[in-house]
């Protein structure tokens, strides 16, 4: 293993501790043991009679009941694992009725992003910045969420298993996302303005990603284009495949896309010698070349919260996207 003196020593101890401190003082889950830890510390009891957030305002709701009762028409599994009532993991559940198993991430998240991270960016700029000793991407400076427009997993629509669900981040139809409390939903993007007050709810949502064929008229080259917002890269990237094809040929194109810090051959899975290619990189022995997926700021260098970010993905398999 290719790991220099100083800071290379520094890397490599960083990165045991990481492995040896395992999930379990993780923000994972709502609190450790319904107590007042994680989420709970200051979003308090989920299922007291009436939630007051954080900064002192009283919604006069039970967000429990807010959550499974009015939105979710109780479908428990939304946010509940395996036959116990606790604990309520964040990114992880039996999947409710036509939902992915992704518990709070289905709405408090977005697929193009490595899960919640308008919700962390949100706590960043109320000044909660204590989401960014793990998740690099809470501070706004490392990362670019998708706009405001772009919908959750779980909005998706029509559904008759659960008629009332959010559908619209731009709350449009007024109600569409907003049910108590402020008159204001989610700031899904993180940026502090919410719905139809961020600009990006000017523009209809536009598609996750296009494609266009220009279908060749005498020679026999074609040329795809792909632009979108794929995956957490800071610009959005935009990738160009061109093909050389008969003018039948329907060419795929490739945007760069990295769905998971530090999957170097994309099997959706973090092995050690990935993580080892990583700190290589962080010194200088390995070019970003050999992973370009570690580099999730796109700052064309491996950070130390890049490092974690992998180790934790390692840990804990691959944010599902
Ligand atoms: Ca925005
Ligand atoms: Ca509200
Ligand atoms: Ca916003
Ligand atoms: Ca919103």
Redesign the pocket.
Known sequence: MLVKKTSGTYLFVLVTIALLAGPASAFEQYSQNKDTTNCRECHGDFRAASYTGPNGMNWGVNLHDLHRSTMLSDDCNTCHTGSSRFPVLLASSNGGTGFAKIGCTGCHGRSQDSGSVGLRQHHYRNGVTVCEDCHGDANPANFAPVAENLPPQYYFTPDGAHPNKPTNPCNVPAGSE????????LDNDGDNLYDGNDPDCATTPTPTATATQVTPTSTPTATATATGTLGPATASPTGTASATTTPTGSPTATGTSFACAGDCDEDKKVAINELIVGVNIALGSAGLNDCPSFDTSGNTKVDINELVKAVNNALNSCPKS
């Open positions: 907003n049910f108590a409390g402020p008159a204001t939903a």
